[in-house]
């Protein structure tokens, strides 16, 4: 009974190993791939290559129409950047509002936009293009960062939830000394919330760097272009892509959003919790 006892936990974590690597397998395969020569990407049946090269991210770097790929991550970055403060600024106050402040129909207005997130992002992307073209924004940064300054839904209630786990009482010693709204949003709820903000800005970090639909919609300047973009100039509609310099970058794309995850990774639990304080 004892050795069955001792033999069940390790099956387990042997299953659940196994399954990991299963699921890490394509990852793998782009890493090897990444530094196999041309020939060995597609025939090879292993993952280690016969000759390790990195040709393909000198050529991935350098080699794409005169434009570094160094480009393409800067306006990444620059984008996510302004997406990331803009939607903590934006979201942030509206949920201190709809947790704290009481005003006229905030009942209304919260179940108002509660229901744009069930709104699918297609339906208002024709009024949106019409819009942002007629202000002369097409082919700029603009239509992907102004709006997250104007809120995003989702966010908005995560942090509202999590604000509502933070005890009123801090509220009312904070009155009681003289602060008013906003000292109070500033001074108490907002570093109290960093765990939520903290969720927020990943999760509009990694969205925004993933983003290829709505920049794909608002940039044509191949100057302008970001990772996801530049990623598609490798490949070519008349069958001579060059799969080696796309996986190579590809490996490169993917290490900010890996790095601002495991960087936040313990505030982003406590985020997911909703737990205002603890105990």
Request: charged share 10%; with cysteine; aromatic share 16%.
């Amino acid at each position: 009974m004892a050795l069955q006892n001792r033999l069940k936990p390790l099956l387990f974590h042997i299953i659940v190993l196994g399954l990991g690597l299963l699921m890490l397998y394509p990852v793998f395969w782009l890493l090897s791939s990444s530094v196999k020569p041309t020939t060995e990407i597609f025939t090879s049946k292993g993952l280690w290559p016969s000759a390790i090269t990195f040709e393909h991210y000198h050529n991935g770097w350098f080699g794409l129409r005169n434009i570094q790929f160094g480009r393409f991550f800067l306006n990444s970055i620059m984008i996510c950047v302004l997406a990331v403060i803009g939607t903590i600024i934006s979201s942030s106050m509206a949920a201190f509002s709809f947790a704290r402040i009481d005003f006229p129909l905030k009942k209304l207005f919260f179940a108002l936009m509660l229901g744009t997130i069930m709104l699918p992002g297609h339906v208002t992307l024709i009024p949106q293009y019409i819009f942002f073209h007629k202000l002369g924004w097409v082919d700029t940064f603009l239509p992907l960062t102004v709006p997250k300054f104007l809120g995003d839904a989702f966010f908005i209630f995560l942090i509202v939830q999590f604000i509502r786990g933070i005890p009123r009482e801090l509220d009312e010693s904070a009155k009681i000394d003289g602060c008013g709204w906003l000292t109070l949003f500033v001074r108490i709820i907002l570093p109290l919330s960093s765990p939520a903000l903290i969720t927020a800005a990943i999760f509009t970090f990694m969205g925004t760097w993933d983003d290829f639909f709505g920049q794909m919609i608002y940039l044509s300047d191949v100057n302008k272009y970001t990772v996801p973009l530049g990623l598609r100039l490798f490949l070519d509609s008349s069958g001579s892509s060059n799969w080696g310099s796309v996986f190579a970058m590809s490996v490169l794309s993917i290490v900010p959003s890996l790095l601002i995850f495991f960087l936040g990774q313990k505030y982003f639990t406590q985020g997911i919790a909703t737990t205002g304080i603890k105990g």
